[in-house]
């Protein structure tokens, strides 16, 4: 089946959205590049629905997605809630969890645990610090649930990522 012009457009601006995020997160020499890139694919996600007379998010709504995946990524390792960021953003919970996953195609929770999972799998490659450790600095409060989600995210352990090297 062929995707209709607007599930390509919200993809498009979702995959812009996790591609500024995960410059932001792992920077290298062409990252000022990758993230101008991955700006102008979400621009033109949102030019491309405009012209078609349909709207995916107003600007407002980027904005306010955006803001928050700039907080995650600044915050991810404090115990940080959808409801706690949407009261920041003098936004109702509801609302900023269907803006937040219509925008960026997941869930606070599932982008936050992804952020924490990638930083940790930095911290397990860099450091020689213990999983439980690295859980703790991720903002995971339980070593279980972090090795849990980062098997989840990764397809292996974080013992199996460090043996890999």
Do not use: Q, W
């Not at 991810?76 to 706690?84: F, G, K, R």
């Not at 009261?87 to 803006?99: A, D, E, W």
Request: aromatic share 10%.
């Amino acid at each position: 089946m062929i995707p209709n012009v607007c599930e390509l457009e919200k993809s498009e601006i979702s995959e812009g959205f996790m591609k500024l995020a995960n410059e932001y997160e792992n920077p290298d020499a062409n990252s000022e590049l990758a993230m101008r890139i991955a700006a102008a694919t979400v621009v033109l996600g949102l030019l491309r629905s405009r012209e078609d007379g349909k709207t995916v998010e107003n600007t407002a709504v980027i904005e306010l997605v955006y803001k928050a995946i700039v907080y995650i990524n600044n915050n991810y390792a404090e115990d940080i809630s959808a409801e706690e960021l949407s009261k920041k953003l003098n936004i109702s919970y509801s609302y900023f969890s269907r803006c937040f996953k219509r925008v960026s195609g997941k869930s606070f929770r599932e982008y936050l645990n992804s952020v924490r999972v990638n930083h940790g799998e930095s911290l397990l490659l860099n450091t020689d610090k213990s999983v439980t450790e690295i859980s703790e600095l991720c903002g995971f409060g339980n070593v279980s649930y972090f090795i849990a989600t980062y098997r989840a995210i990764k397809k292996t352990t974080p013992l199996g990522t460090r043996k890999s090297v």
